[in-house]
């Protein structure tokens, strides 16, 4: 099973962008999918979390401006980025918790991260 991420760039702030996180490979059973991101001199810290039941969790300083969604059809894991300002400037990392179908496994899964750089 394998993450990938997409969607950063560069945009003003107020713009908005879309990420998405696209599994690949084996069956894998999601428990949940995060989002997390890194910028420059500091730590990485989680930004939004979907469970395998809809439901989802952001931190303060993303909530009311980014939304996260499942689309199962095609295996992705979206994070709508809105009204963004210059510090959401970061590395932004897929994560993701389940099991593979084929023989139970767990496993913790992280993209590769993908550049979002906002302008002010």
């Known amino acids: 099973v394998q993450l990938q991420a997409s969607g950063g760039g560069l945009v003003q702030a107020g713009g908005s962008l879309r990420l998405s996180c696209t599994f690949s490979g084996s069956a894998f059973s999601i428990n949940g999918v995060s989002w997390y991101r890194q910028a420059p001199g500091k730590q990485r810290e989680l930004v939004a979390q979907i469970n395998s039941r809809g439901s989802t969790v952001y931190e303060d300083f993303v909530e009311g401006r980014f939304t996260i969604s499942r689309d199962n059809a095609k295996n992705t894991v979206d994070l709508q980025m809105n009204n963004l300002i210059p510090e959401d400037t970061a590395v932004y990392y897929c994560?993701?918790?389940?099991?593979?179908?084929?023989?139970?496994?767990?496993?913790?899964?992280w993209g590769q991260g993908t550049l979002v750089t906002v302008s002010s």
């Open positions: 994560n993701a918790v389940g099991v593979v179908v084929a023989d139970d496994r767990y496993l913790e899964l």
